[in-house]
């Protein structure tokens, strides 16, 4: 630490979920698609293979912005496409949401919006949830607010507002940036998109990583006015000019104009999703009402620390937040059929033996 900033020392980074490579692992912690990337996208991704890559890639990516923009209605000056959705919302924490009032987001939300705020230096303030765990739109109207981020379904709870509610949310703050963070919504969500165009303070920031299974690929992008696009642009042009490389972008445009694989792939995990749902029901869990590719449980009988344990020591890997107000709770991605069959055998005897 002796050559450290006094940045680094007072950060407290995000955790990221693990990894393991361990044989036999029913790996459920990181809201990770079930299921393979479009055919079409991997094809294109093959494909982009070849001497061009001795060059840069288009630093614009506007062939991506240009397929985001035909298939959300807007224009190729509205999408701002990064490295990751993780990418385009810390360069969307300097570029809108650093203001002389603080900052406002949800005190149960995704962990990585008080690690930005720390790192740029921006002061925020929580906004409780209600006793059912949803957004109250309303406890965000006030004087002292700089900007407001929420995440639609809501991570790690998985509940969702409808477009209505963000559409207030977004009126009663007009004079404000509000940001939010769509990566679930295409698993029955209700996108805020169609705000944008009536709404200059609304930007929309989605990812291919989980409903077009591409993690691995490191695609996000941004939905906004010429305006906020240009913000972040300009923020991006300060840290890394050529973000999305050239294979990423071929994979990601495929996996646009692949719209018949991508509905057929969000229709098998929601069902899968209300499966587990019930399931994990008739074992005692209450289950709030998710929108996302995972549930968010807990079990009247059991602490939510010991029970993820237990299905560690069953090969099952869940994911556990030890924070107020959800300590009790598991978040479990939706995986396949067979996946939610070992799961629940795991949970049967994990809670067999604890009773």
Known sequence: MQF???????????????????????KLNTNECPLPPSPLALAAMRDAVNDSLRLYPDPESIALRQTLATYHGLGVENIFVGNSSDEVLAHTFPALLKHDEPLLFPDVTYSFYPVWAKLFGIASETVALDDKMRIVTGAYRRSSAGAII??????PTGVALGRDAIARLVEENADIPVVVDEAYVDFGGETSIPLITDHPNLLVVRTFSKSRALAGLRVGYALGSASLIEALSRVKNCFNSYPVGSIAQAGAIASVEDEAYFQASLKTIVAER??????????????????????????????????????????????????????????????KAEQTVKLVAALKDALTVKN
Request: charged share 20%; hydrophobic share 45%.
């Open 4 to 26: 450290w900033s006094a940045v680094a020392q007072g950060l407290n980074p995000y955790t990221p979920g693990e990894q393991p490579r361990i044989e036999g692992l029913v």
């Open 150 to 155: 929420i995440a639609n379904p809501n991570a």
């Open 274 to 335: 209300e499966n587990m749902i019930a399931q994990l029901r008739e074992l005692g869990f209450s289950v709030l009402p998710s929108r996302a590719n995972f549930i968010f449980a807990r079990h009247q009988n059991a602490r939510g620390g010991e029970l993820a344990q237990a299905l560690r020591d069953r090969a099952v890997l869940v994911r556990h937040f030890n924070l107020p107000r959800i300590d009790d709770y598991l978040r479990i991605t939706v995986g």
